[in-house]
């Protein structure tokens, strides 16, 4: 059913690891974004890309770091992990105004 | 900030009652959007509602924006136990391609 896909769905790691979160949308969208959710609930952007080659920090500082060489898919990446970056990570796309699809979600535990 | 916020946080009500929860922001907007999230999932777009439209249906859904009050509610009717889940609204601000989330409410149904 879903037109967004991001893995891994659960991920624990150890603390210094680095990863990569991996999304891709088959719909064509231009615009795609990065969301933190914490365990109150509130959604933190922390990166957001226009179209291909272009990518801006969010609302929220991250350490992260995302790319986006192709339109379908924008990772995002920890070079060194922290039990502060314990969250779900929700990547997302959206066409135009209209609104946003969202991913299942990872959610990422550094031990 | 332009975050929104949602009222209540919490709300618990039995199954066939109707559930009503309320949103604000602070800024004008383009259009107005409501989310659902069931535990651990990402968001699912539930309906969209412009600046210039006052109530917007769908199914058992009913949205109602006041702009003069910078406010919205989300009314599920004759609600169900699937309903279980949180909801959160957004906004979209002129001039900003990125949705403001709100800070969600906890619904649960009662069976």
């Known amino acids: 059913e879903a037109d967004i896909y991001q893995t891994p769905r659960y991920l624990v790691i150890g603390t210094g690891k680095k990863i990569t979160l991996e999304c891709s949308q088959t719909?064509?969208?231009?615009?795609m974004y990065w969301y933190q959710q914490d365990p109150g609930m509130e959604l933190h952007l922390i990166h957001y890309?226009?179209?291909?080659?272009?990518?801006e920090k969010g609302d929220l500082s991250s350490e992260s770091t995302v790319s986006r060489i192709r339109t379908e898919h924008f990772p995002l990446t920890l070079e060194s992990a922290r039990p502060s970056h314990t969250s779900q990570y929700l990547c997302?796309?959206?066409?135009?105004?209209?609104?946003?699809?969202f991913g299942s979600g990872t959610r990422l535990t550094v031990v | 900030s332009q975050q929104g916020e949602e009222d209540p946080q919490a709300l618990s009500i039995q199954e066939g009652e109707n559930a009503t929860m309320n949103c604000s922001y602070k800024t004008s907007i383009n259009n107005l959007q409501w989310y659902r999230q069931n535990s651990g999932r990402g968001l699912v777009h539930l309906i969209l509602?412009?600046?210039?439209?006052r109530e917007k249906h769908s199914g058992r859904l009913r949205v109602t924006l006041d702009t003069s009050k910078k406010s919205s509610s989300l009314l599920i009717t004759a609600s169900r136990a699937a309903d279980t889940a949180s909801y959160f609204c957004?906004?979209?601000?002129?001039?900003?391609?990125?949705?403001?989330f709100g800070t969600g409410t906890r619904l649960t149904i009662i069976p």
């Open positions: 890309s226009y179209g291909v080659n272009s990518t």
């Open positions: 997302a796309s959206r066409k135009g105004k209209y609104g946003y699809t």
């Open positions: 957004a906004t979209d601000h002129f001039g900003n391609e990125k949705l403001t």
């Open positions: 719909m064509g969208h231009d615009k």
């Open positions: 509602i412009r600046s210039n439209e």
